[in-house]
């Protein structure tokens, strides 16, 4: 009896070690595409029709990117649909990081789609 109780323990405190370990690996990565969204959302809103080019959309968001010190993907990523009212902003990609040890963690984070108008 005691030995099985110890063996339990130990699987318990190693579970809870991976899973902390995992969440503690995903986190930044789920805070870092919440900026991103968040800085499409700002240059989105900041947009003027008839004013700004293509250019101007890429460069805003190469300097809220820098600013914000993203790294998962690229200004020149995202394409711009610029309209009489706006633009709307859409960006598909997926960030692979190291979860734990060896293993690769792959978040596929799909299409994202900010409309600006």
């Known amino acids: 009896m005691r030995g099985s109780s110890s063996f339990s323990i130990l699987c318990v ?16 990565v789920f805070m870092e595409h919440r900026t991103i969204v968040s800085a499409m959302e700002s240059v989105a809103s ?3 029709p008839g004013q700004d080019q293509s250019a101007d959309v890429r460069e805003a ?3 809220a ?11 020149s990523e995202v394409s711009n649909d610029r309209r009489r009212t706006g633009v709307i902003l859409t960006l ?11 293993i690769q963690g792959v978040w596929d984070f799909g299409t994202v789609e900010v409309d600006g108008r």
């Open 13 to 28: 405190i190693v579970t809870a070690w991976v899973a902390l370990t995992g969440l503690l690996r995903v986190l930044p």
């Open 65 to 75: 990117w820098s600013i914000n010190r993203i790294s998962q993907v690229d200004a």
């Open 46 to 48: 900041g947009y003027v």
């Open 61 to 63: 968001l190469r300097k």
């Open 92 to 102: 598909e990609y997926q960030t692979v990081f190291p979860l734990v040890g060896p």
